[in-house]
């Protein structure tokens, strides 16, 4: 329930914020001088852009609420359409390196966590700090240099008009994805290999498992079945709440390797100063985060019956 | 050059004694433009300004298609594709692929047929001679991609959209002061309200792109927006339309009929957009995966070293682009009315021609070109620039401290304490602005320096691009505000004729509040010299005259030293070495996407 005044708020600061910016979407018809001044005022008239805030404020609360998204400034599309069209490619891109970040920081921080300060556990946590300090905008080019440029294996630039058919198809575009998945993959999976490490560092060591243990159960079940089912809990959170960026793109990293996801459609729209499409956007993010959270609630009922509602 | 001598060199192209191109090199030599001077022989009677052999590459592939797929890549991605509704480039660029004009502008300044049969001229008729009227001849036998035929219809429509204020296209400006006449089914007239010497703007370049009328007529005004051809256009271009996704890429395919012979040469093309410039230029010159790249603004020392890789080439086009430094005529500090740089007051340190001069003095243009721009940036002392063979004699750039500390000592500033000069109260120290740009710093601080050794102190400011360059009106850190003493950028020339550049400095376009700044005079200077004769030139139909006109108005601009020229900005762009693009200076890069081809 607190959901709905929250969101309003969100969207009375987004709007705000974004009418007090600096900027207009027709800024380049400005410094050409073949374009009279008075194309560009019109131009911003017939959109409405010369109106005091709170009326565009209004105008646009009410088609949100009639299911209008509005229409870009731009493109002069409209945004759920240009939104739709690139969530595909993002949630794939995303979804996938979210997916491998999982798979890597799950089994890896489980195992370091039942060992810890081996050998294994210190080159875990080495390579964790490694991935995470490095940022993404370095890792990419630098795959980019290696991969593409040295050796000339990988393309560097997202096709989304692969013709190719049957599985020719597929190795294309598992080909084109494997830099960028592997670059934000990396990136989430050394953060979260960390946090899963120390979560069930936290369980392994209380009464419970000692008893698990006492009573003869062997060492894999009482891992599985009873530190990493209560260590998941701050886990699931964490990455509960990731998730919104699975739909929200990457805006570096699918710049970098030109992926046409939701956060190249994002920081365009913000350098071209397109009020619909980032107010659109930013909206569908604070749902999503407000949306998984949600979710987050009933997972941990789930996995811990204590904690759901009677 | 006076009237005479070029009136004697127009009589000469007359009897055959001096070719056109002859005729057109010697004029650029003087500092008009190619187009201005092939209008000039248009409008004097001497030959057409149509393009001759050699003004275009020859085309050389025997038959249409088998060129396999062009690739190229924007850095810059395209949003949508209706040519009266681009804003920007990369959108002009992209409608392009599929619309037409009736002509286009080859870099020499030529106009070049596309969907017209010919080019206008007084000889053929198409020129009234009274500069009031253009008769265009439609080519036959056209065909929209979607086979409909292309007549005077589509024409005349195209400018009822433009000129419509309710469709809100960014072309209008180019239409809505003519008035357009179906003749007949395939020629239509152009008429102007006043004696016209630049005519060749409606329906011409990318401003000119006609629109089918039978699937836009639906969609006028309030639904203009709807129409489904705005993002599956169907045009008369060598391309049709496939995909397209905004923002990221656009697929087209071969248009088997096509009304260029043997065109288009290859069967797909793909333009992708989005990423930055570096790895744009990477991807052709280096892993050859792109066939083209637009628009390098990279370093020059990159493009070098990347071309060594010997997969591409780098194409530099010169146009009439030039990064200037402007001197305030008004004073930012001091506020009328609530209003800084108010026309009202004078700049207290740049009212002094000396100070002025000593300023123009101060940069090292040719450093600007060896250490920042490289190829990108050649050294020039005129605002009004044109191609390549550039020669003014009037006016010579030159770097010369000690000179300039010889005019200031003069003129009585006196180095104080500090070691900046002053006089009766008055600082030589200046807030000098631009936009944030790697070059663009690094030029302030090669200005800075010199300054410092002559007396002056320059203060650098740097404003983020999308504030500088925004017409936000309640920002005071715009450059049409020019709330600081001195600023620094790029203005472009998009058109070949000279018109609607050099009224950058008539006084009836001063940038202030009254006009909410939209005035395209932001250095605020008026002369009456200056006024007078761009009024004279506006009407002007006597084409030497008006030439004489333009170099003179260059000359009163720069020569008054509140606007210091430093380098042209030629487009940069890289091609695969097999590779034959036809790019031009005064049109769009996919200007003439229907002769490019591979050759090998």
Known sequence: MIAIPSLLGISVILFTVLALAPGDPFEELATNPAIPPEVRLQLRASLGMDDPIYIRYFRWLFAMLQGEWGFSFVSRINVDQLILQRLPTTLIVIGSSQILALAIALPVGVLAATRPYSIFDQVVNTLAFVGFSLPTFFTGLLFIMFFSIWLGWLPFVYNTNITATGWQWWWEHIRQSIMPVLVLGLFQGAAWTRFVRSAVLDVIRLDHVTTARAKGLPESRVTIRHVVRNALIPVVTLVALQMPIVFGGAIVTEQIFRVPGIGSLLITAILANDTPVIMAVTFVFACLVIFFNLLADIIYGWLDPRISYR | ?600
């Open chain 2, 1 to 600: 050059m006076r009237e005479d001598d070029l009136r004697q060199m127009i009589g000469r192209v007359k009897r055959g004694s001096l070719s056109r191109r002859g005729f057109v090199t010697r004029m650029v030599a003087l500092g008009m433009t190619a187009p201005m001077a092939t209008q000039l022989l248009a409008i004097a009677g001497a030959g057409s300004a149509q393009a001759q052999a050699g003004s275009i590459p020859a085309y050389t592939p025997t038959r249409r298609g088998g060129g396999g797929a062009l690739r190229i890549l924007y850095w810059q991605a395209s949003t949508l594709l209706n040519p009266h509704f681009a804003v920007g480039t990369t959108n002009q660029e992209s409608s392009r692929v599929f619309y037409e004009p009736l002509a286009g502008w080859a870099t020499d300044g030529t106009l070049v047929p596309i969907l017209a049969a010919e080019i206008p001229s007084i000889e053929n008729g198409g020129l009234r001679e009274d500069g009031r009227a253009v008769t265009w001849k439609l080519k036959r036998g056209v065909k929209w991609h979607d086979g409909q035929d292309f007549t005077a219809d589509d024409v005349v429509f195209t400018w009822e959209y433009a000129r419509n204020p309710a469709n809100a296209t960014t072309t209008s400006g180019s239409y809505r002061d003519v008035n357009v006449v179906k003749v007949d089914s395939h020629t239509v007239r152009v008429e102007f309200e006043r004696p016209t010497p630049f005519w060749a703007d409606a329906f011409v370049a990318s401003a000119g792109c006609i629109i089918p009328q039978h699937l836009f007529s639906g969609f006028v005004g309030a639904t203009a927006r709807d129409a489904p051809t705005n993002l599956r256009p169907v045009g008369t271009g060598p391309y049709r339309f496939v995909s397209f996704a905004p923002g990221d890429n656009l697929i087209g395919a071969l248009n088997p009929t096509y009304h260029g012979e043997n065109r288009p040469y290859f069967d797909t093309i793909e333009v992708k957009g989005g990423g930055d410039a570096v790895s744009a230029a990477r991807a052709v010159l280096q892993t050859g995966d792109f066939d083209y790249a637009w628009n390098l603004q990279v370093e020059d020392e990159l493009l070098v070293r990347l071309e060594a890789a010997n997969r591409g080439r780098v194409n530099i086009v010169d146009g009439g682009n030039i990064e200037f430094v402007q001197l305030n005529v008004t004073d930012p500090n001091r506020e009328v009315d609530g209003e800084r740089s108010h026309i009202s007051t004078q700049h207290p340190a740049f009212r002094d021609p000396a100070v002025r001069q000593a300023m123009a003095l101060l940069i090292d243009r040719n450093a600007l070109q060896q250490f920042i721009y490289g190829r990108g940036g050649p050294a020039t002392a005129n605002f009004l620039n044109n191609p390549p063979r550039f020669n003014s004699t009037n006016l010579r750039h030159e770097f010369n401290v000690q000179r300039a500390n010889e005019i200031l000592d003069a003129a009585g500033w006196v180095r104080g304490r500090d070691g900046v000069r002053a006089k009766d109260g008055v600082r030589l120290s200046f807030v000098y602005q631009t936009s944030v740009n790697a070059p663009r710093q690094r030029t302030q601080a090669i200005y800075r320096q010199a300054a410092q050794r002559a007396g002056i102190n320059l203060d650098l400011k740097s404003v983020t691009a999308s504030v500088f360059f925004s017409a936000d009106v309640a920002n005071p850190d715009t450059f049409p505000k020019f709330y600081a003493d001195m600023q620094m950028y790029t203005t472009t020339m998009p058109q070949a004729d000279p018109q609607r550049f050099m009224n950058q400095y008539v006084s009836w376009e001063v940038s202030q509040r009254a006009n909410n700044w939209q005035g395209r005079n932001i250095v605020r200077w008026r002369n009456e010299e200056y006024d007078n004769i761009f009024r004279q030139a506006e009407n002007e139909l006597d084409p030497v005259k008006r030439a004489e006109m333009f170099i003179r108005l260059n000359d009163l601009i720069v020569g008054s030293n509140h606007i210091i020229p430093l380098v042209k900005r030629p487009l940069v762009s890289a091609s695969l070495r097999n590779l034959r693009p036809v790019l031009s200076a005064w049109d769009n890069t996919h200007w003439l996407l229907s002769d490019w081809f591979r050759e090998g």
